[in-house]
């Protein structure tokens, strides 16, 4: 059992920043971040595998997030810039045990975080 533990979430203007971080409890496969906003599916945000030899984000964020992580510290972060409202959702942190996904089939999940951007 891997827990995982998100802070950073908070109320920002659009166009401001924000960054997410997530400690795990553990070592997995690979880490991600996914939002989920009222009314709507969870949604895949951004992944990286802990060997660094693969990254993946959303279309509607590349180029605005930036995933990262420090491994000794089993912590990874989600770096948020030019925020929009359409940005505001619960997001949550996720580790996968084997195998690479871009989808919610994550083994492990953290509580989540609010994000909220405003107008």
Known sequence: ????????GGSVQAG???RLSCVASGRTYAMGWFR???GK???FVAAFTWSGSTTAY???V???FTISRVNAENTAYLQMNSLKVD?????YCAARAAGWRTTVE????GQGTQVIVSS
């Open 87 to 91: 940005d505001t959702a619960v997001y």
């Open 62 to 64: 590349k180029g605005r």
């Open 106 to 109: 994550y083994d492990y999940w």
């Open 36 to 38: 989920q906003a009222p």
């Open 41 to 43: 599916e969870r949604e």
């Open 16 to 18: 401001g920043s924000l």
């Open 1 to 8: 059992q891997v827990h995982l533990v998100e802070s950073g």
């Open 58 to 60: 959303a279309g509607s």
